[in-house]
């Protein structure tokens, strides 16, 4: 969804997400655990995602670094999304203050929960967002109370990590809860929490995503997950099932892959024999 306001015509807040994800479209996301420079987010662009996401849950990375990558994140087109490492209210509002247009609130157990993180990403009356009077997002332009606050409300986005049975079995209250736009499946915590540890094609995981979809039928909701590694036998049999937004892998990932392709293909190469004298 697209905002603009009506007495600056030229001004916008997008977030390609979930303009994707509303067409219909795959939503991917790249995560980015050890890079702190923003040409990271130039990369994620050029790549092809429609977000990244700088997860602070299971990295170093500090906040500072990823504001810098928020704010080149959105002017290049690229949803600017945080795993933040805690629930608490006043950390979400800080990194969105900071540039993010959405959090990923990990370990999510109940609506009870979910309903906390959400209202913490809202602004009042639905939500409970402290006011910072200026943001980033918007250009750090003076607007009016109301249309600034709407205006980002209506670009941010609320993402719910449900990774263990019990938080499984709570979807279809979760997926009620007003101020979440996607339901996120972490699938590698959800593996060892059943014990059954990187078998992402397990029939358990494909039961646990199948309830999830079924538990945001009808609520607006997406389904999403990740942690499935480099398998698309596995994708593809979640898209099947009615998910819409992947975590495609994380930038390190990405770049051990490529590293390690090209070396074998060099080391593959025959060495010329060396002339007789």
């Known amino acids: ?26 939503g991917l996301s790249m995560i980015v655990k050890q890079v702190q420079t923003v040409d990271i987010a130039i990369a994620a662009a050029t790549a092809g995602y429609d977000a990244i996401n700088i997860d602070l849950e299971h990295s170093v990375i500090p906040e500072s670094a990823a504001a810098q990558i928020c704010l080149l994140a959105q002017r290049v087109g690229v949803t600017p999304l945080v795993r933040v490492p805690t629930h608490d209210a006043h950390y979400i509002n800080r990194i969105l203050d900071a540039g993010a247009l959405g959090i990923v609130a990990p370990h999510v157990e109940s609506a009870r929960e979910a309903e906390k993180i ?3 990403a809202r602004f009042g009356p639905s939500g409970e967002r402290s006011v910072a009077s200026n943001w980033p997002q918007l250009g750090y332009r003076k607007l009016p109370a109301a249309v600034a606050r709407q205006m980002l409300d209506d670009a941010t986005t609320v993402i719910v990590m449900l990774e263990s049975p019990n938080a499984i079995a709570k979807a279809r209250e979760i997926a009620q809860v007003p101020g979440v736009d996607i339901i996120h499946v972490g699938t590698s915590d959800l593996c060892d929490a059943l014990g059954i540890p990187g078998q992402f094609s397990h029939p358990r995981i494909t039961d646990s995503l199948s309830q999830v979809v079924e538990a945001c039928a009808g609520t607006g909701k997406f389904v999403g997950c990740g942690g499935l590694g480099n398998n698309p036998e596995v994708m593809q049999s979640m898209l099947a099932l009615g998910v819409r937004f992947l975590t495609g892998g994380n930038e390190w990932a990405f770049m051990l892959s490529e590293a390690t392709r090209r070396a074998e293909m060099l080391r593959a190469l025959p060495l ?4 007789a004298d």
Do not use: Y
């Not at 969804?1 to 795959?26: C, E, F, H, Q, V």
């Open 118 to 120: 959400a209202k913490a």
């Open 272 to 275: 010329p024999t060396a002339a």
């Open 1 to 26: 969804m697209t905002a603009a306001i009506s007495s600056d015509a030229s001004l916008t807040l997008s977030n390609p997400l979930m303009d994707t994800l509303r067409a219909g479209k795959l």
